[in-house]
């Protein structure tokens, strides 16, 4: 997957659990598993997501309930239902909670991804921002950057950390923001690995368009 894409898995059956994370991991995506809902809407909160992967038959708070609450809560993260009940009443309640997409237990992986891409496709679809600060043009549906009118190439990496950056100029991001936007749980993140790569977008873009304050983070200047 040429994307970095972050999806939350919330998943309470170990092994299935352990399956799905290898399995997405391995097609390119940045995997951070949960196994209840209690803590889904603290990670949201603290965490951009691209997709939420959301089986219904959680313990304590149940999927459904989850689900509801998102919406409630005006997020408007697409999110796929994993359930072993596959009735049509069960559908429509979960697409008529807020649900984009459903998937019956069991499954085959290349039908979960085909549901993913088709949900991510279907985000983009509906996000037409054009994103501007220092003299760079970013188009986050396709992808594409420019600056001072010429194309710019980035890494996934290079492109994430740079549309935070853009979207929040003029403002400081923490490092840890920045870490949050390239790095999965679980993986390691090295002590210089954000400076390295706000090293690569000055030389690209100008020593003085991103301004660094020590102990503070990173700013963009508009």
Do not use: C
């Amino acid at each position: 997957m040429e994307d970095l894409v972050r999806v939350l898995l919330v998943e309470d059956d170990q092994q299935l659990g352990e399956s799905l994370e290898a399995a997405l991991r391995l097609e390119g995506y940045a995997v951070d598993w949960l196994t209840s809902g209690e803590p889904v809407r603290s990670t949201l909160s603290a965490t951009p997501y691209d997709l939420l992967v959301l089986d219904l038959g959680l313990p304590g708070v149940p999927g459904m309930q989850v689900l509801r609450q998102l919406r409630a809560d005006k997020h408007r993260l697409p999110v796929l239902l994993l359930t072993a009940r596959n009735t049509l009443a069960d559908k429509v309640d979960g697409l008529d909670s807020g649900a984009d997409d459903y998937l019956a237990k069991p499954f085959e992986l290349d039908e979960l991804f085909a549901r993913l891409r088709s949900l991510l496709r279907r985000e983009s679809s509906l996000r037409s921002q054009q994103l501007e600060a220092a003299g760079i043009q970013m188009d986050p549906v396709n992808r594409h950057v420019e600056f001072a009118g010429e194309p710019v190439s980035l890494t996934a990496r290079e492109f994430a950390i740079l549309e935070i950056l853009v979207r929040n100029a003029g403002r400081f991001v923490s490092r840890a923001r920045l870490e949050e936007g390239i790095y999965s749980w679980g993986e390691e993140v090295g002590s210089n690995t954000v400076e390295v790569y706000v090293s690569r977008l000055r030389k690209r873009f100008g020593s003085d368009s991103i301004e660094t304050m020590r102990g503070v983070g990173y700013r963009m200047n508009r």
